[in-house]
């Protein structure tokens, strides 16, 4: 059974970092495209980084030079720094995984996603 399980979350002042993990287990992680979505309040989850399994990675606008997705094959686990932050980064933020897709920031490559973990970013 694939299960995703987000930590790292929590709350922190505007031009903080955090360091989300994301641990995979019940499939091979090297054989699918994983990557990162949020949720703020009364909008739809989106997505904004993701990561094929050669290390192509894409990031959409909103975070491009301060969010970086990286992996670790032999733990299984995805993560994301995020440095930088700002208030309209406050969100519930979810890995995805998905079919090997060359399409990294469109919602329907993924099919997965974990429960979440809260990011509160206060200016």
């Known amino acids: 059974q694939v299960q995703l399980l987000e930590t790292g979350g929590g709350s922190v002042q505007a031009g903080g970092s955090l360091r989300l993990s994301c641990a995979a287990s019940?499939?091979?992680?090297?054989?699918?495209?994983v990557g990162w979505f949020r949720q703020a309040p009364g909008q739809e989850r989106e997505v904004f980084a993701g990561?094929?399994?050669?290390?192509?990675?894409d990031y959409a606008e909103f975070v491009k030079g301060r969010f970086t997705i990286s992996k670790d094959y032999a733990k299984n686990a995805l993560y994301l720094q995020m440095t930088n932050l700002i208030p309209k980064d406050t969100a519930m933020y979810y890995c995805?995984?998905?079919?090997?897709?060359?399409?990294?920031?469109?919602?329907?490559?993924?099919?997965?996603w974990g429960q979440g973990t809260q990011v509160t970013v206060s200016s």
């Open positions: 995805a995984q998905g079919p090997l897709s060359s399409s990294l920031l469109h919602r329907y490559t993924y099919d997965w």
């Open positions: 019940g499939y091979t992680f090297s054989t699918k495209t």
């Open positions: 990561s094929d399994s050669d290390g192509t990675t």
